[in-house]
């Protein structure tokens, strides 16, 4: 008999990575639209958790309105001999991956960032019910982390009980995250790796060390070293950090070589600690993304819960979308909150130095781990709206981002016979050749800005 026959739809690896676009779903649950959503895991004495029961407060699956967007919650208790607080980030991380498994189920996201629909396709086949969606866990949970002994799983609609919940599940996660604030890198001999979202971005793998979260902000240094203990082949692993190759960069040995082997090649060399070069991969679970703004020369920062425009016009989705998918694009840098509190944070572009815009309600997050002085010229959407307003606020701030445009600066020549001048241009390029018409401009490793340009014509050799 197959463990999941009495459900509805099937249940299986095949169905990760499954999108659901808005025409072909039954209802949303949480997401951007909900300010508050969560999934919570909390180890339990034994005689505290009623094995595989399954409670939904609220309206269930069946009774929420046909494409419509509720706010969602998901509480899941543990027992067992062997689990202990520690186990609780990872195991919660798991959610993601087993839901995943569920035919007509997209999960993404963690902690409190939520987003799950439900297909019109697999609601219609009977899976109108949330006793299905726990039915699965629960079996899911038992049979692949043998020290989960006993779990009860809770699904709460009621959006004044999704409230409660949240603010006490805020409160855990911060607690979470303090215990490993204050540890080193260069203190460890071992970093953790995870593979949870290779599902939806097959050459991505997230490098967990102390000073730098996993990019979703639910896996510590800490939760890594706990799964990787009890569950050895699971997705989360250890990683021999091997030599450093660079400290300011953060590029070591045993990374390289752990991600070519998980990656099957695609990515064999990764900095942790910039936005350039070889940047840390990004899947599309991450928190925020920092993201350059070449005509400044620095970054902006954009969480998932930011639901305007950035800066530069573009909202968070685009953004993310950018940098996504297990790609190592420069310049757009998947990150968690939790880096940002991190002295490695974006360390080999400049760190704070570097940073010049953001949502105030991400500044008000990390506030506390910011230089005093990048308080006061880090720009937020309250202050500015566009670029050319960001350039003037950070001329008015005095910011470290002028002084790198006024090194930058190139002095030109006048333009003499045959030659053409573009005054007041910017551009940042790593590689580039433009010819037409009889002119070539070659580019190489660059980031220009210039107050006046010659262009001069290529006369062919006789």
């Given at each position: 008999?197959?463990?999941?026959?009495?459900?509805?739809?099937?249940?299986?690896?095949?169905?990760?990575?499954?999108?659901?676009?808005?025409?072909?779903m039954?209802?949303?649950?949480?997401?951007?639209?909900?300010?508050?959503?969560?999934?919570?895991?909390?180890?339990?004495?034994?005689?505290?958790?009623?094995?595989?029961?399954?409670?939904?407060?609220?309206?269930?699956?069946?009774?929420?309105?046909?494409?419509?967007?509720?706010?969602?919650?998901?509480?899941?208790?543990?027992?067992?001999?062997?689990?202990?607080?520690?186990?609780?980030?990872?195991?919660?991380?798991?959610?993601?991956?087993?839901?995943?498994?569920?035919?007509?189920i997209?999960?993404?996201?963690?902690?409190?960032?939520?987003?799950?629909?439900?297909?019109?396709?697999?609601?219609?086949?009977?899976?109108?019910?949330?006793?299905?969606?726990?039915?699965?866990?629960?079996?899911?949970?038992?049979?692949?982390?043998?020290?989960?002994?006993?779990?009860?799983?809770?699904?709460?609609?009621?959006?004044?009980?999704?409230?409660?919940?949240?603010?006490?599940?805020?409160?855990?996660?911060?607690?979470?995250?303090?215990?490993?604030?204050?540890?080193?890198?260069?203190?460890?001999?071992?970093?953790?790796?995870?593979?949870?979202?290779q599902?939806?971005?097959?050459?991505?793998?997230?490098?967990?060390?102390?000073?730098?979260?996993?990019?979703?902000?639910?896996?510590?240094?800490?939760?890594?070293?706990?799964?990787?203990?009890?569950?050895?082949?699971?997705?989360?692993?250890?990683?021999?950090?091997?030599?450093?190759?660079?400290?300011?960069?953060?590029?070591f040995?045993?990374?390289?070589?752990?991600?070519?082997?998980?990656?099957?090649?695609?990515?064999?060399?990764?900095?942790?600690?910039?936005?350039?070069?070889?940047?840390?991969?990004?899947?599309?679970?991450?928190?925020?993304?920092?993201?350059?703004?070449?005509?400044?020369?620095?970054?902006?920062?954009?969480?998932?819960?930011?639901?305007?425009?950035?800066?530069?016009?573009?909202?968070?989705s685009?953004?993310?979308?950018?940098?996504?998918g297990?790609?190592?694009?420069?310049?757009f840098?998947?990150?968690?909150?939790?880096?940002?509190?991190?002295?490695?944070?974006?360390?080999?572009?400049?760190?704070?130095?570097?940073?010049?815009?953001?949502?105030?309600?991400?500044?008000?997050?990390?506030?506390?781990?910011?230089?005093?002085?990048?308080?006061?010229?880090?720009?937020?959407?309250?202050?500015?709206?566009?670029?050319?307003?960001?350039?003037?606020?950070?001329?008015?701030?005095?910011?470290?981002?002028?002084?790198?445009?006024?090194?930058?600066?190139?002095?030109?020549?006048?333009?003499?016979?045959?030659?053409?001048?573009?005054?007041?241009?910017a551009?940042?390029?790593?590689?580039?050749?433009v010819?037409?018409?009889?002119?070539?401009?070659?580019f190489?490793?660059?980031?220009?800005?210039?107050?006046?340009?010659?262009?001069?014509?290529?006369?062919?050799?006789?």
């Amino acid at each position: 008999m197959s463990m999941f026959e009495d459900i509805p739809v099937d249940v299986g690896v095949i169905y990760e990575g499954e999108r659901i676009r808005r025409n072909n779903m039954q209802v949303e649950l949480g997401g951007p639209k909900q300010p508050a959503k969560f999934e919570l895991v909390r180890a339990k004495k034994m005689d505290e958790v009623e094995d595989e029961k399954v409670t939904v407060i609220g309206p269930d699956l069946k009774d929420l309105p046909e494409g419509g967007n509720v706010p969602f919650g998901i509480y899941i208790e543990v027992a067992g001999k062997d689990i202990e607080e520690d186990l609780e980030g990872v195991t919660e991380r798991r959610i993601h991956e087993y839901l995943n498994f569920i035919e007509g189920i997209m999960h993404l996201n963690q902690r409190y960032d939520i987003w799950i629909r439900v297909s019109k396709k697999s609601f219609q086949k009977g899976l109108n019910s949330f006793t299905y969606l726990g039915k699965v866990l629960a079996r899911l949970y038992k049979s692949e982390l043998p020290f989960i002994e006993k779990i009860q799983i809770t699904f709460i609609t009621d959006p004044a009980k999704v409230k409660e919940m949240y603010d006490q599940a805020a409160e855990i996660y911060e607690a979470r995250d303090a215990k490993a604030r204050g540890m080193k890198d260069e203190e460890v001999d071992t970093f953790y790796g995870c593979t949870l979202c290779q599902s939806f971005a097959p050459t991505h793998m997230c490098v967990i060390t102390p000073q730098r979260y996993s990019n979703c902000g639910s896996i510590s240094w800490f939760d890594g070293r706990a799964s990787a203990q009890v569950d050895p082949k699971g997705p989360v692993f250890a990683i021999n950090k091997g030599d450093l190759l660079d400290a300011e960069k953060g590029e070591f040995s045993g990374i390289n070589e752990t991600i070519k082997q998980k990656t099957l090649g695609s990515v064999d060399r990764v900095w942790m600690y910039t936005g350039f070069g070889y940047p840390h991969t990004s899947c599309g679970c991450f928190e925020a993304m920092a993201f350059y703004i070449p005509e400044v020369e620095g970054y902006g920062i954009v969480d998932r819960g930011f639901n305007g425009v950035t800066v530069n016009g573009l909202p968070f989705s685009t953004l993310a979308d950018s940098g996504a998918g297990g790609r190592q694009v420069d310049g757009f840098h998947g990150i968690a909150i939790e880096y940002m509190r991190s002295p490695k944070f974006l360390q080999a572009d400049g760190g704070w130095d570097r940073v010049v815009w953001m949502p105030q309600s991400v500044k008000d997050r990390v506030k506390e781990f910011m230089p005093k002085e990048a308080i006061a010229n880090v720009a937020t959407e309250n202050d500015v709206k566009t670029v050319d307003e960001l350039t003037t606020f950070l001329k008015e701030k005095s910011h470290p981002v002028v002084q790198r445009w006024k090194e930058a600066t190139v002095e030109a020549a006048p333009a003499t016979e045959g030659e053409e001048a573009l005054d007041g241009i910017a551009f940042p390029v790593s590689t580039a050749t433009v010819a037409a018409g009889g002119f070539k401009i070659i580019f190489i490793n660059a980031k220009i800005h210039a107050e006046k340009v010659i262009i001069k014509r290529d006369k062919p050799k006789r």
